[in-house]
């Protein structure tokens, strides 16, 4: 019997560099993943050219390492699945690029992942029962949406953000209460020992019958909160107001995500991909909607949450048993919807 199709793949959209090593029968042979937050930290966020600058330090050596750790050849490699957008561009070429070499050079085909794609594929990767149709809510640092994701290549968009995404109002959050970066896993952290009742803060867009997420509301309602409090802030008010906040995004995400499960009562599952999706208070209420409405649960285990190449690999091999091979000219892409049909949606700060 011939082995199931090895890829390799490559991300480096964000701040994670990341390689792996994948087959299409889901064994992840090999990977790394190279986090960049000790460069970023004293800018308090990323900064794109730190970015792409450390991604091309740190990628080959890297690539050299997952084929040894998998005691594999690039000869012995199917395919090159490479993160080709959505992105900060100097990194996702340096990717690309990378990968399009790599094909070139040992005749392999090229498979130019849409990184969406990727989270929103990566729950397929731990869960064989897990079929199509289904409904995930993609929460990232960029990114919160709901998506019927009714097949490979097959994505509809339910809502969107109208204005920040939810890890990025994690992170705009943690900043102003000084918890540090990343903000997403210091914020839960603080909730974890803070008061959830003690400030009242609004849940943008709760109840709306326009199915789409806001978030900038509530951190500027955060912002006030502090600044009624006499500076600098202690502990104690700092993982209050992040137990007030984690808990309006809570409501805001369920709300949401209810009225999405109305609207696609094909859905098989209820799944949850991206960075956000660590979220241990995010999971529990996700899961708790979905055992009330009858439904599967799937949540990836939370390094496959946030950025890694893993990821990739598997959305090429799903797309290279389809024959979804892409040509040496695939473009680098800032931005890239996984459903570029969807409506515009009112907003200023809308994610495509
Ligand atoms: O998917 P991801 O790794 O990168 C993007 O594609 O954006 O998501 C990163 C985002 C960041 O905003 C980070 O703060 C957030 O995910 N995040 C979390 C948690 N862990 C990561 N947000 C809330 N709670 C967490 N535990
Ligand atoms: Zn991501």
Redesign the pocket.
Known sequence: MTPAPLILGIES??D?TAVALVRGDRTIVAQAVASQDAAHRPFGGVVPEIAARAHVEVLTPMIARVLADGDVTLAQVDAIAATAGP?LIGGVMVGLVTGKALAFAAKKPLLAIN?LEG?ALSPRLVDPDLGFPYLLLLV????CQLLAVDGVARYRRLATTIDDA???A??KVAKLLGLGF????A??AAARRGDRARFRLPRPLLGSVEPHFSFAGLKSAVLRARDALPAPIGATDAADLAAGFQTAVVDCLIDRTRCAIDAMPEATALVVA???A???A?RAALAALAASRGLKFVAPPLWL???NAAMIAWAGAERLALGLVDGLDAVARPRWPLDPAAEPVRGAGVKA
Do not use: K
């Not at 990232?140 to 990114?143: E, K, Q, T, V």
């Not at 990343?182 to 896993?185: K, S």
């Open positions: 959209s964000c994670e992105g990184h989270h990232s640092g960029g990114h939810a890890g990025e994690f992170d990343p903000g997403g896993p914020v839960e991206g960075g956000v660590a979220n241990g995010i949450c946030t950025d």
